[in-house]
């Protein structure tokens, strides 16, 4: 689609990895002197921690032992889309923050867990990053997918997604093995339904593969490393993808299918760089075209 503003989304599920593609971004947005509003998926949840709390507690009394973050009924996706959509017409729209632990709810004086009131979005920015669970998603009443100008989709297989749930709940939230269990066996319904068919919907894919045992990932005692892995990159359109540069430039990497490149783990950040950077500036040389 045309815009004004580019819309750029990031979407994979909880523990798949995208915080640190989004410092990969980051890192592009600086160096190229690219004012960028970053906006995280969180902040568009419906509830805050103590009130989805409340609202799971309501739902199982309903029998409904599937409700998550990962569906639209504790999502605020009508926002999302017309925020993307007014960004992408006239660079503007309202935003907030999900306030995720004390040092982040410190400086707002609120407890952690809840959201800062939404504001307007400061004047002058280049270019919409997201970062979250549902960049393209689409539903019967909504279409986020369709107000982006370029989607990824970061998405490891599963055991090794929910090896780093597992860790980093336990590890950084204080969570039981039981309590993360049931949490991903809550979500499953959800994710089949909302986030899986959101993958087929992106320009770029990035999935990375374990060359270790995860044969039991809710026993495993680290994740496994980036030199331990391959990253398996699945363009949309491969036809404007230049194969060979980036085979030269990213050492023992080899194509599996015409539209698939697979990389060691450790350059998966190197190949992001090399793929990103374009597209970006690209983005960025298309927007003084489209005021005339």
Not at 205 to 234: C, G
């Given at each position: 689609?045309?815009?004004?503003?580019?819309?750029?989304?990031?979407?994979?599920?909880?523990?798949?990895?995208?915080?640190?593609?989004?410092?990969?971004?980051?890192?592009?947005?600086?160096?190229?002197?690219?004012?960028?509003?970053?906006?995280?998926?969180?902040?568009?949840?419906?509830?805050?921690?103590?009130?989805?709390?409340?609202?799971?507690?309501?739902?199982?009394?309903?029998?409904?032992?599937?409700?998550?973050?990962?569906?639209?009924?504790?999502?605020?996706?009508?926002?999302?889309?017309?925020?993307?959509?007014?960004?992408?017409?006239?660079?503007?729209?309202?935003?907030?923050?999900?306030?995720?632990?004390?040092?982040?709810?410190?400086?707002?004086?609120?407890?952690?867990?809840?959201?800062?009131?939404?504001?307007?979005?400061?004047?002058?920015?280049?270019?919409?990053?997201?970062?979250?669970?549902?960049?393209?998603?689409?539903?019967?009443?909504?279409?986020?997918?369709?107000?982006?100008?370029?989607?990824?989709?970061?998405?490891?297989?599963?055991?090794?997604?929910?090896?780093?749930?597992?860790?980093?709940?336990?590890?950084?939230?204080?969570?039981?093995?039981?309590?993360?269990?049931?949490?991903?066996?809550?979500?499953?319904?959800?994710?089949?339904?909302?986030?899986?068919?959101?993958?087929?919907?992106?320009?770029?894919?990035?999935?990375?593969?374990?060359?270790?045992?995860?044969?039991?990932?809710?026993?495993?005692?680290?994740?496994?490393?980036?030199?331990?892995?391959?990253?398996?990159?699945?363009?949309?359109?491969?036809?404007?993808?230049?194969?060979?540069?980036?085979?030269?430039?990213?050492?023992?990497?080899?194509?599996?299918?015409?539209?698939?490149?697979v990389v060691p783990g450790g350059k998966m950040e190197?190949?992001?760089?090399?793929?990103?950077?374009?597209?970006?500036?690209?983005?960025?040389?298309?927007?003084?075209?489209?005021?005339?």
């Open positions: 689609m045309s815009v004004k503003h580019p819309v750029v989304a990031i979407t994979g599920s909880s523990g798949a990895g995208t915080t640190s593609v989004t410092r990969t971004f980051e890192e592009i947005f600086r160096r190229e002197g690219i004012s960028a509003v970053v906006v995280e998926g969180d902040s568009f949840h419906r509830y805050d921690r103590s009130e989805m709390k409340i609202a799971m507690a309501e739902a199982e009394q309903q029998r409904n032992t599937t409700f998550s973050h990962f569906g639209e009924d504790a999502n605020l996706l009508p926002e999302l889309e017309a925020l993307f959509r007014d960004y992408g017409e006239s660079g503007v729209g309202q935003v907030r923050k999900y306030l995720h632990d004390d040092e982040e709810a410190k400086p707002h004086g609120q407890p952690a867990g809840t959201f800062t009131p939404w504001e307007d979005l400061a004047p002058g920015s280049d270019l919409l990053f997201y970062e979250g669970l549902h960049g393209a998603a689409v539903t019967e009443g909504v279409n986020v997918a369709r107000y982006t100008d370029l989607l990824v989709g970061v998405v490891p297989i599963i055991n090794l997604e929910w090896i780093q749930k597992v860790y980093r709940d336990k590890t950084h939230r204080g969570y039981s093995s039981e309590a993360v269990i049931d949490t991903i066996l809550r979500r499953m319904p959800d994710y089949v339904k909302y986030i899986c068919p959101q993958f087929s919907r992106t320009y770029v894919n990035f999935q990375r593969v374990p060359t270790v045992d995860t044969s039991n990932p809710f026993i495993a005692r680290s994740i496994p490393t980036a030199d331990e892995s391959f990253v398996v990159i699945r363009f949309a359109d491969p036809k404007v993808i230049d194969f060979p540069y980036l085979l030269s430039m990213l050492h023992d990497s080899f194509m599996s299918r015409p539209n698939c490149i190197l190949a992001m760089q090399l793929i990103f950077t374009p597209l970006i500036l690209r983005l960025m040389d298309k927007r003084p075209k489209r005021f005339v």
